[in-house]
């Protein structure tokens, strides 16, 4: 079972000449126990960048608007969000095609605790380079849209707070802001009810 070589692309040992696969497995030792890590922290990861959907893209990068009116949408962490999904959810599919076991749930979590519990048998498989690789990628990828170059505010229009004379501002971890008053915070789940009140101020 074991490759003469560690299949990872990113193998620190097979660049320094010394590659040497686990036993039992086509990853060297480090990388194998790297996977895992990685593996654990991806849902942590996919969660932090349900923060910056709202936030300013790194390096210029563009946010769009969305159906909430003056409320920006981060596309490259929406975009990357749903890759997380995606690529655990095509590994999730090959150990059920393989090992004729049930299926997890479609989400981070779920995805990331059932491969974590196959995760020897992946790093005995002949894709384990392509899966070690992928997940590392999916890491990288991950905190290029989470760590934040510089913290700006976006702009989002007068507070709909009565009698408030604040300014509404879309900053980090996805709330909008009020620059007068600090309980005046509106998180995603409350842009619904923003986005009508925006509405009225506006009408």
Not at 169 to 193: F, K, L, Y
Request: aromatic share 4%; glycine share 10%.
């Amino acid at each position: 079972m074991s490759a003469l070589n560690c299949l990872s692309s990113r193998c620190r040992d097979v660049q320094e000449g010394r590659p040497r696969p686990a036993p039992g497995s086509r990853l060297c030792g480090r990388c194998g126990d790297k996977l895992g890590r990685d593996l654990a922290e991806l849902p942590r990861l996919h969660r932090d960048l349900l923060y910056a959907l709202s936030a300013p893209e790194r390096s210029g990068e563009k946010v769009r608007a969305t159906g909430y009116p003056g409320i920006p949408f981060n596309d490259r962490a929406a975009r990357v969000r749903g890759q997380v999904v995606g690529v655990l959810a095509s590994w999730a599919e090959l150990v059920v095609q393989e090992r004729g076991v049930r299926p997890p749930a479609r989400d981070a979590q779920a995805l990331a605790a059932f491969l974590l519990r196959h995760h020897d048998w992946l790093g005995g498989h002949e894709a384990a380079g392509d899966w070690a690789d992928e997940v590392a990628e999916l890491i990288s990828a991950c905190r290029r849209v989470i760590t934040p170059q510089v913290i700006r505010m976006v702009p989002i229009g007068a507070c709909v707070a009565p009698g408030c004379p604040g300014e509404l501002n879309a900053g980090a971890q996805s709330t909008i802001r009020c620059t007068a008053d600090p309980t005046h915070v509106w998180g995603p789940r409350s842009w619904s009810e923003l986005r009508r009140r925006l509405e009225r101020v506006s009408a």
